[in-house]
């Protein structure tokens, strides 16, 4: 069984930088084929996605953070890291990690965290 816990939310100001964390439990050989990535959903807004990252490193960014994130992933501690500088106020929102096999990340077939909050103020 797979299951992803996050870490790393807080409240900074705009201009700032956060880290999120989470990692990932379950076999090695179920989890490291899966896309890892990071989704967020702002009050009243729809879940979208922020991040996505391969097992061989590719990844894929929302236009509205390129340039200002970046996702890693550690295949050995089965973990996906998202560092975000320059935050801005529009950044704020719950922040999940995701999983899951191609393009069933962020999907009901994937895997989900529970949240962390992260809140930007001007």
């Known amino acids: 069984q797979v299951q992803l816990a996050e870490s790393g939310g807080d409240s900074v100001q705009a201009g700032g930088s956060l880290g999120l964390y989470c990692l990932v439990s379950?076999?090695?050989?179920?989890?490291?084929?899966?896309?890892m990535g990071w989704y967020r959903q702002a009050p009243g807004k729809q879940r979208e996605l922020v991040a996505k990252?391969?097992?061989?490193?590719?990844?894929h960014y929302a236009d509205s953070v390129k340039g200002r994130f970046t996702i890693s992933r550690d295949n050995i501690r089965k973990a996906v890291s998202l560092r975000m500088d320059s935050l801005r106020p529009e950044d704020t929102g719950v922040y999940y990690c995701?999983?899951?096999?191609?393009?069933?990340?962020?999907?009901?077939?994937?895997?989900w965290g529970q949240g962390t909050q992260v809140t930007v103020s001007s």
């Open positions: 995701a999983a899951g096999r191609g393009n069933r990340i962020g999907t009901q077939d994937g895997y």
């Open positions: 379950g076999d090695i050989t179920v989890v490291n084929p899966l896309v």
């Open positions: 990252i391969a097992y061989g490193g590719g990844t």
